[in-house]
């Protein structure tokens, strides 16, 4: 078991440098400009390294597990590969939004179409309206995680650590309940994200990019789908996605009660506007990590009593909504970050606007997100 996870970790950590010396000869750059939170130009598809550790992790386990608790990896695998070349694509050349969505789509019921047959015929199978909820529900799910996960990936290491997270939460799943899919697919996204990390933080210098943006958000929305399809509750199973979920979606229903065109690029994100705040990538990187943490512990209780189980969530809905407050609350903390165009004392004149941070700058054909 540690082999594979050892393998994920190892060829990521050994293939980052190659990959990077690679995309500064193709010209992936992300430059700095107004949008930037980085410095410096940054390289981007360092997902293409975490991909490959994927790959590696994934054939380790099929040499060495066979039997009745061989892992079902062949959804996590097309996931990571089909989606990573889309994202490859957008990183190095680019793909209009339409495009990009269709692809998106119909690879999502693809994949989806594999977990759900891997759950059939392996043992035991779910039940019937399980079954159905899931193949209604999944291709959706997918398409939308993944532009989630994409979204959400604008600070150092806050998509790694994130990964991580959830990996490591999907490994405890599965190795509690006897699930050897889930606790594989688990440990190999927590092994692979873990050795991209020192390349993203604290300081960046390479970044996912579409390609490791993409392939990530996929393989854990795999991973929740066959959880679900194995019997985790759905809080236990959405628990590592919860907090990029609802910063997402309530970025975008702000955005459009407020009128703005909420496909244009900004930085209204709560991570984005603790930045804004005074925040440094580490503080705020943390922050998130401790907050889904918290939420995967709650979200335990969905195995015990129905009274602790609706407690637990309201828990977790109190966490989620004070995650959501915190910008405004550092904002108190920090008015002048919380204004960029208020003077300061004793200043002559007043300081400059707030421009809009990112770890991307996406090519004019990539449709900006929420």
Do not use: K
Not at 62 to 82: E, F, H, I, K
Not at 207 to 226: E, R
Request: charge should be positive.
């Amino acid at each position: 078991m540690l082999g594979a996870p050892a393998a994920a970790c190892i060829v990521t950590l050994a293939a980052t440098p190659i990959v990077t010396v690679c995309m500064h000869r193709l010209a992936a750059i992300d430059e700095v400009t107004a949008r930037s939170s980085h410095q410096a130009p940054t390289p981007r598809g360092g997902g293409i390294a975490v991909v490959l550790g994927l790959f590696a992790g994934v054939i380790v386990t099929v040499l060495t597990r066979s039997g009745a608790d061989s892992p079902d990896l062949l959804p996590l695998t097309a996931a990571a590969a089909l989606f990573g070349l889309i994202g490859l694509a957008e990183d190095i050349g680019g793909v209009t939004a339409m495009r990009r969505l269709a692809l998106h789509t119909a690879t999502s019921f693809v994949v989806a179409a594999m977990a759900v047959l891997g759950a059939l015929l392996g043992g035991p199978a779910p039940g019937l309206l399980t079954v159905l909820l899931v193949t209604v529900a999944a291709p959706l799910w997918i398409t939308g995680f993944v532009n989630v996960f994409n979204f959400m990936d604008g600070i150092n290491g806050i998509s790694a650590v994130t990964a991580a997270l959830a990996g490591g939460a999907f490994t405890a799943l599965g190795a509690a309940h006897d699930l050897p899919t889930v606790t594989a697919g688990g440990v190999l996204v927590a092994a692979a994200s873990l050795g991209f990390l020192p390349f993203n933080f604290p300081r960046a210098r390479i970044f996912l990019g579409d390609v490791g943006s993409y392939a990530l958000g996929a393989v854990l929305a795999v991973l929740t789908v066959q959880a679900v399809l194995a019997g985790i509750p759905p809080e236990a199973a959405l628990a590592p996605s919860a907090l990029y979920l609802a910063d997402t979606s309530a970025t975008l229903a702000r955005r459009i009660r407020a009128g703005e065109q909420w496909y244009s690029p900004h930085r209204s994100h709560a991570y984005q506007r603790l930045t804004i705040t005074g925040w440094s990538h580490p503080q705020v990187t943390g922050f998130v990590a401790a907050t889904s943490a918290v939420l995967v512990v709650l979200s335990l209780a969905a195995f015990g009593p129905p009274a602790g189980r609706l407690a637990a969530d309201a828990a977790a809905l109190v966490v989620l909504l004070a995650y959501l407050g915190a910008p405004r609350w550092a904002a108190g903390r920090h008015p002048f970050a919380a204004h960029p165009h208020a003077a300061r004392p004793g200043t002559p004149t007043p300081a400059p606007p707030a421009r809009l941070p990112t770890q991307r700058h996406p090519s004019p054909s990539r449709a900006p997100g929420p």
